[in-house]
């Protein structure tokens, strides 16, 4: 059979194949069973259908619990080899007993064969199970004999099958089918059945009969199908003779859309997608339209913003529900979205003409699955904006042509909806630019003010605050002049309302005087006016605070030396009006009244300058913007303020942002760093995969000249077994010959002659040959170990994948490889000590031994593999055992022979136990000396006490019976036994049935001469 059959028959016993074909079968025998309850429940037709859904249901039922089980294993990581392959053998029985019970006529006899099968299968599911589970660890499924009977069994009820269709051929509907049916499931249980027999078919699961049962599942829903088809058209066939039912007129059915129609809709349909605010951004809205219109796996859009990259602005999974962005893809790696681009067309990748563009494009949206992908540009203005790229690889299907138009529609709407988000987008970005430049050159321009400013300023707001509280004082003071005036005026006024002259003069004084106090008033106003325009006018110039100070200072300065002026006017007129020593009179009420005309006039003249001056200072706040003099100032102060602080609240806002977008140019930085080197990943394994490609037809020519050098070896294994059962033929005939000369021994005249000579010359013939025999035997182990090591070589280099990577079964094949031909070299080992130890030629070298440290090291060597299978040592080593005299290499290869024999026999999750003491014994006959007492002990059921003496005798596996609770089949016992009796010492077995064996050896502590001797076969 060629490999490729092979391959196509072992489909589904391979991961994950093999957890995939329950599912099918499952679903397959699930569908049958749903369209004959579908039949049954709108016709009922009697016990037909009923008939079928019985037997379905019960094999839907088999079925589903080894799919459990294989759900469970693979969930868990754990192994059911104990249950899942007989629970499959008896699924299959149950499913051929009940599709036979279910074609065949309704005869009784098959009902009670079909129950008989039923009960009998039972038993031997639980009979296998039980036996089954104690040899898992030994042997495969397929090696045993329970796989044996169950594919007889399989082939046996598959012929019967085959024939009762053929015997009610004719009463049978679909008979032809049905035969095929049977057909299908004969040659898969026949193959297996060969395969089983002949000792080819490794592992628990069988490939052959898997594949006829995926195969003849596959016809039972078309049976069924062609059944319920058959009563329909017989159902048809009687309604044709019955009356005729009364008309309907069939419902008026709408005038059909056209194809233009149909799409302007769709096209409108996705515009108001686009346009719904709901749905996130512009983007996103055009993918979602895409994805609702077009029905695709994958869509993401395109902007080109380098002349090598092209990033992915948003991309969606509408599979797996994910959004992801951030991704760049490399135009050198996709020749066919360049050409989209210049081309401004539609362009497919295909997988059977675009592979490496789309695997590239794939492993970079992180996706496993292959299928095709369309490039469409969105263009405005003969520019491209983007390029929308949608994906099916999960469905694998391409697109129709009304698809592909519904796509260019959609192009040209979410083009012109994208050049203006564009536009806006990059607007907003362009202004965030310029406001994070102006706060950089702002906070770079700002500079430290210095320690002789900071001494200036406070030096001049010290001069201001003395000079307004200067000038409040003299304001206090004149108020006070004012008083008094006004009282000495109005004592006046009393004095000259007299006489018409005196009256006349004094109302006079009383209105200048009025009238010079709103002079005064007027005046003061306009002075504080025209202080705050100028602070105002400096606030605008942004003039420098030492300026802004020299001019309130001498604002002050003037305000103060009036005020003096005017204290002092007041003053001279008090003192005037307190004069007693003259009598008043109106001439020097005249002169007063002079006077106080020159001061109203000097207070009018003042004003208009006053007023002048404000004028000026208005007129230049409204040249640089400052509307309605002081309140503008304030509106506009107040409007600063509140800008200010708005504009600290950006200022704040776009550090963050700014932070934030440095933060961000900063990981895609990274990102784009990780890119390339993700890109350079791929390039370096795809470099990889195609030099590992490349060396895989060496790899496979490696594997031809393994399995001919193996051949070679498995030949040459062959003559030298039988070169040795040869040799040891002669050596049997040799000595017996050689007994019966020595039983019979020769005479002259009735006395006997002691033929020394002869019986020299016949010895050492013989010694002659055994040595000869033994020379021969080490040159033929040396020239089996030259291959052997060649075959290890290359078997450990194919399983490190050095030269290619293995399948599972191709891994499961070199293992057993490698492990047989370590047992081999292991055997050879043997072969050449019992070689040594029969010519005397072994040599031993006795040095300390620390019983305790040797006992310790073999374990640590040894604890994995008991742990592999669950065992236990419990090692007691009694104090102060003084070191012995021994070779370590013998004791050591005696521990492991020991050991070994052990492990082989006890059960899973039991416990061996290593004791070491010391003892008085005698060895040999002589006086009891100080002797060193070893014990291993294991669990594994006891040997036989006719089998005892057997236990340390030389045995090949092919001629002898294998003794029960031993786990050495060869040599190794005896080898043990061998060595310790070679170095003075004692081996011995004692065994208790149903419980397990006790192995001791005696070794003398004191060193004693140690004398190499021959081992014979009945050692």
Not at 282 to 304: C, E, G, S, W, Y
């Amino acid at each position: 059979m060629s490999g490729s059959a092979q391959e196509l028959i072992n489909l589904f016993i391979r991961p994950p194949a093999n957890s995939v074909y329950f599912v099918i079968t499952v679903v397959l025998c699930l569908v049958s069973l749903l369209m004959v309850i579908g039949h049954e429940a709108h016709r009922s037709q009697g016990d037909h259908y009923r008939r079928y859904s019985f037997a379905l249901g019960l094999v839907v039922l088999s079925w589903v619990l080894p799919l459990i089980i294989a759900i469970f294993s693979l969930a868990n990581n754990t192994p059911v080899i104990g249950i899942l392959p007989p629970l499959e053998r008896f699924t299959i029985l149950i499913t051929l007993s009940l599709t036979m019970w279910m074609f065949a006529p309704p005869y009784t006899a098959i009902t009670r064969f079909t129950q008989i099968v039923f009960i009998a299968g039972v038993v031997a599911l639980v009979i296998t199970i039980v036996q089954w589970t104690e040899i898992t660890t030994q042997t495969d499924f397929n090696l045993s004999t329970f796989a044996i009977w169950w594919t007889f069994a399989h082939s046996l009820l598959a012929i019967l099958g085959i024939l009762l269709m053929i015997r009610h051929f004719i009463t049978i509907e679909d008979s032809p089918l049905k035969l095929v049916f049977f057909v299908i499931f004969s040659v898969g249980a026949i193959f297996t059945l060969i395969q089983t027999a002949q000792g080819n078919l490794i592992g628990n699961d069988a490939g052959g009969m898997r594949m006829s049962m995926v195969i003849g599942l596959f016809l039972l829903p078309m049976l069924i199908y062609r059944d319920i088809v058959r009563d329909y058209q017989l159902f048809l066939i009687d309604a044709k003779n019955a009356p005729a039912p009364q008309l309907i007129p069939p419902p008026i059915e709408p005038a059909p859309i056209s194809p233009a129609m149909r799409e302007s809709v769709q096209l409108l349909r996705a515009l108001g997608v686009m346009l719904d605010s709901t749905t996130g951004t512009l983007p996103q809205a055009i993918l979602k339209a895409v994805i609702d219109m077009v029905k695709v796996d994958v869509a993401a859009l395109l902007r080109f913003k380098d002349a090598n990259y092209a990033d992915v602005v948003v991309a969606y999974d509408r599979i797996f529900e994910r959004e992801f962005s951030g991704m760049s893809i490399n135009l050198n790696q996709q020749p066919t979205l360049v050409n989209s681009v210049e081309r401004r067309s539609q362009r497919p990748l295909l997988p059977d003409r675009n592979y490496d563009e789309l695997r590239d494009l794939y492993t970079r949206l992180d996706i496993e699955a292959m299928g095709p992908a369309y490039f469409q540009p969105l263009s405005k203005d003969n520019q491209v904006i983007s390029v929308l790229m949608i994906a099916l690889p999960y469905t694998m299907r391409e697109l129709t042509k009304a698809e592909e138009s519904l796509l260019q529609g959609i192009a040209v709407i979410a083009a012109n909806l994208l050049q203006l988000a564009y536009v806006a987008q990059d607007a907003q970005m362009m202004a965030e630019e310029n406001a994070i430049q102006q706060m950089v050159n702002r906070a770079l321009n700002m500079q430290p003010v210095n320690e002789a400013e900071r001494k200036s300023r406070q030096n001049l707001q010290a001069e201001l605050d003395l000079a307004r509280q200067q000038i409040a004082n003299l304001n206090s003071e004149i108020e006070t002049l004012k008083s008094a005036i006004n009282k000495e005026q109005k004592r006046v006024s009393d004095e000259l309302s007299e006489s018409q002259e005196g009256l006349s003069v004094s109302q006079k004084m009383v209105a200048l005087n009025t009238n010079n106090e709103a002079l005064r008033r007027e005046r003061d106003e306009l002075i504080h006016k025209l202080q705050q325009a100028e602070v105002a006018l400096h606030a605008a110039l942004n003039t420098s605070d030492e300026n802004r100070y020299q001019d309130y200072i001498e604002g002050l300065r003037r305000e103060k030396a009036s005020l003096e002026a005017q204290k002092i006017a007041l003053q001279v007129q008090l003192d005037e009006l307190r004069a007693n020593d003259r009598v008043i009179m109106p001439s020097d009420f005249k002169d007063m009244l002079d006077r106080m005309i020159l001061e109203r006039d000097e207070l009018v003249k003042e004003r208009d300058s006053l007023e002048l001056r404000l004028n000026a200072v208005n007129e230049q706040l409204s040249q640089i913007g400052v509307e309605q003099g002081i309140d503008g100032l304030v509106l506009l102060v107040s409007r600063l303020t509140d800008q200010r602080s708005e504009l600290q609240t950006q200022n704040t806002t776009l550090q963050t942002n700014l932070a934030a977008l440095l933060a961000e140019h900063e990981r895609l930085q990274n990102l784009r760093e990780q890119e390339q080197a993700r890109d350079n990943t791929i390039q370096a394994l795809q470099k990889e995969l195609q030099n590992l490609a490349n060396d895989r037809e060496a790899a496979l020519r490696q594997r031809d000249m393994l399995q001919a050098e193996f051949d070679a070896v498995k030949n040459n294994l062959k003559v030298f077994k039988a070169k040795w059962a040869q040799l040891q033929a002669q050596a049997d005939a040799y000595a017996k010959e050689l007994q019966k000369y020595r039983q019979q021994p020769q005479t002259i005249n009735g006395q006997p002659i002691i033929q020394e000579n002869q019986q020299q010359e016949q010895v050492e013939t013989i010694a002659k040959y055994t040595t000869e025999n033994a020379d021969l035997l080490l040159a033929l182990i040396q020239e089996l170990r030259t291959p052997m090591t060649s075959i290890t070589g290359y078997v450990d280099l194919l399983l490190s994948e050095a030269s290619g990577i293995l399948g599972e079964m191709q891994r499961k094949f070199l293992q057993r490889v490698a492990t047989n031909v370590n047992r081999l070299g292991l055997m050879l080992d043997d072969l050449i000590q019992i070689t040594e130890l029969d010519t005397g030629h072994l040599s031993f070298k006795p040095a300390p031994i620390n019983i305790g440290n040797l006992i310790e090291d073999i374990i640590t060597n040894t604890a994995l593999h008991f742990r592999e299978k669950g065992l236990t040592v419990n090692l007691s080593v009694q104090d102060n055992i003084p070191e012995i005299e021994a070779d370590r290499d013998a004791i050591e290869q005696v521990f492991m022979q020991l050991l070994n024999n052990a492990f082989l026999v006890s059960p899973p999750n039991s416990q061996i136990g290593i004791r070491a003491s010391k003892r008085q014994a005698s060895l040999n006959g002589d006086d009891k000396i100080d002797c060193l007492l070893v014990t291993i002990e294991d669990k594994g059921g006891g040997i036989a006490e006719e089998d005892i003496p057997r236990v340390f005798a030389r045995k090949y596996k092919a001629q002898n019976p294998l003794i029960a609770g031993l786990g050495d089949t060869g040599v190794g016992l005896s080898v043990a036994k061998a060595l310790i009796e070679a170095q003075n010492g004692r081996l011995w077995v004692e065994s208790q049935m149903n419980v397990g064996s006790r192995f001791s050896f005696l070794l003398p502590i004191n060193p004693m001469p140690i004398a190499p001797k021959a081992m014979t076969n009945e050692s």
